[in-house]
């Protein structure tokens, strides 16, 4: 097959060329799984960048640090899915002293896919 071209290409093709702003993985970043992602604190905590383990100690991390910014009107978004992260929210929601009350957002503002929270 010296030069031939076969079903899947020349034999002499290189690789293809990467697309433009491409980041060459020898250059990139090496993942680290105990990097801290840094959440801006607003009314609104949403958890689908975060993985399900992570969710009790973001939530907890979340009330800390809303509630001594002074918020006391929240909204975490947990989405629809099965309801695993619902039931992890309210459960810890439940049990927080500061909660005074919760339940489903108004359908524009997620419906059963975010939990509203009243803080003390």
Same mark, same amino acid.
């Given at each position: 097959?010296?030069?031939?071209?076969?079903?899947?290409?020349?034999?002499?093709?290189?690789?293809?060329?990467?697309?433009?702003?491409?980041?060459?993985?020898?250059?990139?970043?090496?993942?680290?799984?105990?990097?801290?992602?840094? $959440?801006?604190?607003?009314?609104?905590?949403?958890?689908?960048?975060?993985?399900?383990?992570?969710?009790?100690?973001?939530?907890?991390?979340?009330?800390?640090?809303?509630?001594?910014?002074?918020?006391?009107?929240?909204?975490? $978004?947990?989405?629809?899915?099965?309801?695993?992260?619902?039931?992890?929210?309210?459960?810890?929601?439940?049990?927080?002293?500061?909660?005074?009350?919760?339940?489903?957002?108004?359908?524009?503002?997620?419906?059963?896919?975010?939990?509203?929270?009243?803080?003390?």
């Amino acid at each position: 097959m010296d030069g031939e071209r076969s079903e899947f290409g020349p034999a002499d093709a290189g690789a293809a060329e990467a697309e433009p702003g491409a980041v060459d993985p020898d250059d990139a970043e090496p993942f680290d799984p105990e990097a801290v992602e840094v $959440v801006e604190i607003t009314d609104v905590l949403d958890l689908h960048s975060f993985l399900p383990r992570e969710v009790p100690d973001v939530v907890r991390d979340y009330l800390d640090a809303a509630y001594e910014k002074g918020l006391r009107r929240l909204r975490i $978004v947990h989405g629809r899915g099965a309801g695993v992260q619902r039931r992890t929210v309210r459960t810890l929601l439940e049990r927080d002293p500061r909660v005074v009350e919760f339940g489903d957002a108004p359908p524009g503002a997620g419906g059963w896919g975010a939990t509203w929270v009243s803080l003390r």
